[in-house]
């Protein structure tokens, strides 16, 4: 069982830079691959990035990839979602999720993902 609280959210103005941040408890964070998941109003909610569990490897999704950067602390139980170039096109909630992936893939699916965060706002003003 892992359990995730995002923090960090809040208002910014375009070109502007956020760091989110995601704590985790249990036991095996450190065996899970890790994501960043937004979802804007009237919309699904979309894949941002990924990190394999020993942090290692990453991957964005194109609409982020070159701004963003994943990463995360296994020591202590957290992953981070630095955010710089923001854009209005960015605002959303983001949350976090954990999923188990012990091959070499990603998980860029919502449904691969079994633990999520209650997620945090972002707002992009133009």
């Known amino acids: 069982q892992v359990q995730l609280v995002e923090s960090g959210g809040g208002l910014v103005q375009a070109g502007g830079s956020l760091r989110l941040s995601c704590a985790a408890s249990?036991?095996?964070?450190?065996?899970?691959?890790m994501g960043w998941f937004r979802q804007a109003p009237g919309t699904e909610r979309e894949f941002v990035a990924a990190?394999?569990?020993?942090?290692?490897?990453?991957y964005y999704s194109d609409s982020v990839k070159g701004r963003f950067t994943i990463s995360r602390d296994n020591a202590k139980k957290m992953v981070f979602l630095q955010m710089n170039s923001l854009k209005s096109e960015d605002t959303a909630v983001y949350y976090c999720?954990?999923?188990?992936?012990?091959?070499?893939?990603?998980?860029?699916?919502?449904?691969?993902?079994?633990?999520w965060g209650q997620g945090t706002q972002v707002t992009v003003s133009s």
């Open positions: 990190i394999k569990w020993s942090g290692g490897s990453t």
């Open positions: 249990g036991r095996s964070f450190s065996t899970y691959d």
């Open positions: 999720a954990a999923g188990f992936a012990p091959g070499l893939g990603y998980l860029v699916a919502r449904d691969e993902y079994d633990y």
